[in-house]
């Protein structure tokens, strides 16, 4: 819909202290898109698009012209206002921002013009690996710097609530902020007394006589905070602020009309002119519905500028807060509010703030309404079941009038005698006190205990006469178990004038759970899981209400048992700790020699700074097009037709590519690139459109029509074990002699383990930006992969031209944890062959949802064991049979069904030992290399089988570990020869370090005193093997140029993906060729440079592409040894010089290779072993 019957308005804001005028402001546009595309701000990124990840995340000032101050106060309080908060820029419609100052990681500081000690510190202390979650660590941190310039250590950790990492961990991220916190805590070393940044030397190790040291970088070298420096909020926008107060704002496009009334009555009118049009507040709920690019709303209405609904104020029947009031705001107020009353007047404020702690992220916080909230009821969310257990009372006005109606649970059903009217809107709600006789509680389980939506969440509330435990009144919400909040009305109701004791929870939770009907087929799983917390609850609330009848009428109600009362209270996981220490270098080393040394990520700066080009960062080509794909509805089907003609007609689609426009090989012998005739598995592409914005091309993508004719799916391992759907052959290994082992054992168990599978969620979805040359069909292709050379084959070879025609880049990966090696060169050769049919560059950057759908991940796994063991724990015979699903492809499965038979024994030497694995072949996107490549799977199961032993001969865990571990010198099933003298070490020094036996000592105890609560402690061995099976995939190639002023380019076949290993091939220069680091560069991992590298995983990328520098540093340093000699005490400059005039090369290869399997090499090309890594999880 066009404009009403108005102009659209100027939409005027400020970037890093900019103004911004738009003049045709879209109202769908959001303002991750407009940074990175229209202000080329590429510093914002996106992760996920919905809000839950924290890459895009800026930071917002407003000001509110009503209170002449900036935003986020109200009228009634006195508490110091937050004037900045953080955002999701990727929820954020840019029309909501007018006269609002944005502020971007490019704002905060840049190497350009000067970093910020946030990004100083963050890079300093190690905060970042991929880099691609840091600029959004960055902005949280800044937001609440710019609030509380000495925050809590509590402040900080709640502030990245919403910031995911998927490579550092979150502790060297909050250690690097923890030195902006206002008591001064230790970051790494509470407890020692000593501070890892202060560098302090730890001593030596006793056995070895090595010098371990913690501390990774000086802060006497940080910047000093310097708050002055920071933009203000701009004048002007003060101003117009002032100016448009009665104003209403009108943006709009084609499609879409924003509207921003000034006043309720102009609300209101607008509303009952448009009863359809949404109120869009935070945008976090209608915003999640964005990918359905045919949803969308003509009118939309921004209640933001209207006074009334920004109230707060204390009345004689509670406290009323305005509909727009945010959740972050709510939070702020009843933590300023509950000290101030009666605390019996404060339960539900209590249960409001104990739910709004672990809501979302700040940034979600900051952004969600209170309105929203109410009115969007979602099935998990958490406020609204403790609102109606509270009796709150929703304030609405129409054209018609003000009314009230309770925010009961016939509202959350959307009973239509109960709810909103269409053009009615919520101004307020009145969130009324407790008394005396009432409890009220709140509980939530999620998966995890911040940022995550709950499972099953609950608002419980009782009323007893007074004086007495008879129930009066009782309620008892649940969120997470249909579409709505669910009232267990008709439990609550039978319940009524029982009294509070073991009987009446007995019934309660039968009535609860024969109310509650939630079906084994029921949407969202876990149904086991969800019915246990349900009583779980309720059975908490009934202590918590018996614990406080007692503090009420000690001498009427017995308190609860000693035992009982760890069941109480909230689970706070405080501020972690942790201990980074590593080994020093040898005192006799050259200081200038950085080798062992922390040293700061090469990029870690340009990380924080949002300096770091990622692909989708690559500013946009001349001609590019976008590109979006059409993937599978079906499992497993045959393709009739593909109709296209339909998205050709859609403006700005360019083409259509199917498998027909593949010149050369569709894919590779395995897998298509685009399916054909029949398609394997949901998700799976069948062809792609191009157009001139990503947008369009979404909207041709959704115009292909696709007729299937369905095959029989086989989706599970029981399907495909049942079906015989292997990808390989079974891979078995043993040792011994089972039968006789079995025979010979005291006892025999056997069980099962099911895994399921997991997603890698790197931060950085797959992205490829191919741009074709002008001459002779050249190619670069922009990739974030692991695997360049494979990129390069298969592009190659679906143009139908030879290798070297394609030339493939990579700086750096955000993430990619075995994701990115094999899909990779799919998506490229998409991108690529969709570039020959056009001719113009493509850019190909998957959205989340498209990435997770497309790609398949962790394998889940199955496993049968039979374990034959002794009365003292020794395991003499085990029989595995080992199942991985691999989905519809081989990929990697092969491997990773050979690893877990490799692995499976972990630290354990068992004698007897048979091992079978199983590929399955299913219907599932195809699972790949993941972290570990099979070990967690293989691990998990033989630790069950362990355990198992351990309960049945009543050992402790650790001991029935140390009787089946390794010793002396061993042969493993597969005859590698290995000694076992580093597991013992590593294991007893894990026991010491970490005071096992007293912990475990202590934690028994408390399990022994607590009836509910439980703690528990482990200490496992760890044996993990890295490197390939393959002895030719350790080789490495490298290239070294010195340039004639000195400087130094290094290139080497590796890739970036988060591990520092460019970092590490600048110190492996610097200490070959004796020069500073600063004298090196790295540029790009590039197939023009180094050809034919071996993917970077297996955790040898590092090992053998530093050998590969080593070797060109060796062969360089060799060339200059005469021009050194003539001139020893001559400056590197000089040497170089000399030696161009003396012609000799500045530019060498180097090369490494695993000469043979045992990693036996000879002087003049030494061999890394094959590793085999110990370690103790604990
Ligand atoms: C990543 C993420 C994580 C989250 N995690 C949690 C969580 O852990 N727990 C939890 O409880 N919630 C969670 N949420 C949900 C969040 O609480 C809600 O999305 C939010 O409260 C909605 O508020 P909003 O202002 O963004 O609504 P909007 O999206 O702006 O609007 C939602 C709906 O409310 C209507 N509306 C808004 N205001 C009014 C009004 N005054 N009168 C009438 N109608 C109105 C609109 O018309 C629209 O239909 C999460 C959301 C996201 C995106
Ligand atoms: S939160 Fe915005 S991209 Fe993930
Ligand atoms: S460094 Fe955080 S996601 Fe990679």
Redesign the pocket.
């Given at each position: 819909m066009a404009c009403l019957d108005k102009q659209s308005d100027d939409l005027v804001f400020f970037v890093n202290g900019k103004k911004v005028i738009e003049r045709k402001a879209d109202p769908e546009e959001l303002l991750l898109y407009y940074l990175r595309k229209e202000l080329r701000l590429s510093g914002t990124k996106y992760g996920c698009g919905?809000?839950?990840c924290g890459a895009c995340t800026v930071m917002l000032s407003t000001y509110d012209p009503v209170v002449k101050k900036i935003r986020y106060l109200t009228a009634q309080f006195s508490f110091t206002p937050q004037r900045h908060h953080p955002a999701n820029s990727c929820?954020l419609p840019i029309c909501s921002l007018h006269g609002a100052a944005v502020t971007t990681v490019e704002g905060v500081g840049s190497i350009k013009n000067r970093i910020n000690p946030i990004q100083e510190r963050l890079a300093k202390c190690h905060g970042s690996q991929c880099g691609f979650c840091t600029p959004g660590m960055v902005m949280s941190i800044y937001a609440l710097l710019r609030n509380h310039v000495k925050p809590s250590m509590e402040q900080i950790i709640s502030a990245l609530d919403g910031n995911l990492c998927r490579c550092t961990g979150y502790r060297p991220i909050i250690d690097s902020y923890a030195s902006f916190a206002k008591e001064q805590t230790c970051c790494q070393l509470r407890g020692t007394g000593q501070c890892c940044l202060e560098q302090e030397e730890l001593g030596c190790s006793s056995s070895a006589g090595v010098r371990i040291r913690s501390g990774l970088c000086n802060p006497a070298e940080f910047l000093p905070v310097d708050p002055t420096q920071e933009f203000i909020f701009p004048p002007e926008l003060m101003r117009m602020a002032q100016e448009q107060q009665g104003k209403t704002l009108i943006f709009c496009s084609k499609r879409t009309t924003w509207i921003s009334p000034s006043s309720l009555k102009e609300l209101l009118e607008l509303k009952a002119k448009h009863p359809k049009a949404?109120?869009?507040?935070?945008?976090?709920?209608?915003?999640?519905n964005k990918n359905d690019c045919d949803a969308y709303h003509p009118i939309v209405l921004h209640?933001l500028r209207i006074p009334e609904?920004q109230v707060v104020s204390i009345t004689d029947d509670g406290i009323v807060i305005g509909?727009?009031c945010c959740?972050a705001q709510l939070r702020d107020i009843l933590i300023e509010t509950i000290p101030k009353l009666p605390e019996e007047k404060t339960k539900i404020y209590q249960a409001l703030l104990q739910q709004l702690r672990t809501?979302?992220g700040e940034q979600?916080r900051s952004?969600?309404?209170l309105?929203?909230?109410v009115?969007?009821r979602?099935s998990?969310?958490?406020?609204n079941p403790i609102l109606c257990a509270g009796k709150s009372v929703l304030n609405l006005a129409s054209d018609g009038g003000k009314r009230q109606i309770f925010l009961d649970d016939q509202f959350l059903a959307g009973h239509k005698h109960a709810d909103?009217e269409p053009k009615e809107?919520?101004v307020s709600v009145l969130i009324p006190y407790s008394t005396k006789d009432e409890f009220i509680s709140a509980f939530r389980q999620a998966e995890r205990q911040k940022n995550?939506?709950?499972i099953v969440n609950s608002g419980l509330r009782v009323l007893f006469s007074p004086g007495t435990d008879t129930i009066v009144d009782l309620s008892i919400l649940y969120g997470g178990i249909g579409s709505t909040t669910f009232s267990a009305r008709k439990s609550c109701e039978k319940l009524i004038g029982r009294q509070w004791n073991d009987q009446m929870l007995s019934e309660a939770c039968k009535l609860v759970l024969e109310e509650i009907s939630l079906p084994p087929s029921a949407s969202g799983g876990k149904v086991e899981y969800r019915r246990t917390l349900l009583v779980s609850f309720l059975f908490r609330f009934y202590l918590e209400v018996l614990h406080g009848l007692h503090q009420m009428y000690p001498f009427r109600y017995s308190e609860l048992s000693q035992d009982k009362m760890s069941a109480l209270g909230v689970l706070q996981s405080g501020v972690p700790q942790g201990v980074q220490l590593y080994q020093d270098v040898d005192p006799g080393q050259s200081p200038q020699d950085p080798v062992g040394r922390p040293i700061m990520h090469q990029s870690g700066i340009k990380h924080a700074t949002g300096e770091a080009v990622f692909i989708d960062d690559i500013r946009p080509v001349d001609g590019e097009l976008s590109l979006a794909v059409v993937t599978s509805m079906k499992a497993h089907a045959k393709i009739k037709s593909i109709d296209i003609s339909e998205a050709l007609q859609v403006p700005g689609v360019i083409n259509v590519v199917t498998a027909k426009d593949v010149p050369g090989k569709n894919g590779n012998d395995e897998e298509e690139a685009f399916a054909k005739d029949k398609v394997i598995c949901v998700g799976q592409i069948i062809c792609a459109v191009v157009a001139e914005t990503l947008t369009q091309a979404k909207r041709g993508a959704k115009k292909v029509k696709i007729v299937y004719e369905d095959l029989q799916p086989v989706l599970t391992i029981k399907d495909a074990i049942e079906h015989n759907s292997y990808i390989t052959e079974e891979r078995k290994l043993e040792k011994g002699d089972i039968e006789k082992g079995f025979k010979s054992a005291d006892k025999i168990i056997e069980g099962e383990l099911h895994m399921g599978g997991q997603e890698h969620f790197y931060l950085e979805t797959n992205s490829v930006l191919v741009i074709p040359r002008m001459e002779d069909k050249e190619m670069d292709v922009y990739v974030s992969t692991q695997h360049a050379t494979d990129v390069q084959k298969l592009v190659a070879s679906a143009l139908n031209l030879q290798s070297n025609k394609i030339m493939c880049h990579t700086k750096r990966v955000g993430g990619a944890f075995g994701g990115k090696i094999t899909k990779p060169s799919f998506f490229a050769v998409i991108a690529a062959v969709a570039a020959n049919k056009t001719g113009r560059p493509v850019r190909f950057a998957l959205e989340r949802n498209m990435d997770m759908l497309i790609t398949g991940g962790r394998h889940p796994f199955f496993g049968k064991y039979k374990v034959g063991f002794m009365k003292d724990g020794r395991i003499i015979a085990a029989d595995f049979q080992c199942y991985i699903n691999g989905g519809c492809t081989k990929d990697e499965s092969e491997l990773v069904i050979e690893y877990i038979v490799l692995k499976v024994d972990n630290a354990y030497n068992i004698p007897n030992l048979r091992v079978r694995g199983h590929a399955c072949k299913t219907n599932l996107p195809s699972n790949t290399a993941f972290r570990g490549f099979g070990f967690p799977q293989a691990g998990l199961f033989v630790e069950t089988c362990i355990v198992a032993v351990a309960t049945k001969t009543g050992l402790p865990h650790e001991k029935v570990r140390e009787k089946n571990m390794y010793r002396g010198v061993n042969r493993t099933a597969f005859k590698e020869e290995f000694d076992a003298e580093n597991l013992w070490k590593c294991w007893k020094e894990c026991l010491d370090k970490s005071d096992y036996h007293s912990r475990n000592a202590k934690v028994e105890e408390f399990n022994r005193k607590n009836y509910w609560k439980k703690k528990g402690i482990a200490i496992i061995p760890m044996k993990f093997s890295v490197g390939f099976n393959a002895t030719y995939f350790h080789q490495a190639g490298a290239l070294v140029h010195i340039y004639l002023d000195g400087s130094v380019l290094v290139t080497h076949g590796g890739i970036e993906l988060g591990q520092g290993i460019h970092t590490k091939m600048l110190q492996i220069a610097s200490r070959e060729l004796k020069i500073p680091l600063s004298y090196i560069h790295f540029c790009e991992t590039s197939s023009t440079t180094v050809p034919n590298g071996k993917y970077t995983a297996g955790s040898v990328g590092t090992e053998i592409n530093a050998r590969a520098v080593q070797d060109a540093c060796q062969i360089l340093w060799k060339r200059l040894d005469p021009i050194r000699r003539k001139n020893p005490k001559g400056k590197w400059e000089d040497w170089i010089s000399e030696a161009h005039k003396k012609s000799i090369s500045l530019s060498a290869t180097g090369y490494f290779k695993l000469c043979d399997k045992h990693g036996l090499g000879n002087k003049e090309r030494p061999c890394i072993p094959i590793f085999s890594l110990w370690s103790c999880l604990f």
């Open positions: 919905v809000g839950g929820l949404p109120l869009v507040v935070g945008n976090t709920s209608l915003g999640l209640p609904m509909a727009t959740l809501l979302a979600i952004m969600a309404s309105g929203g909230h009115v969007s979602g998990a969310w958490d406020l909103i809107v919520i995550a939506f709950s």
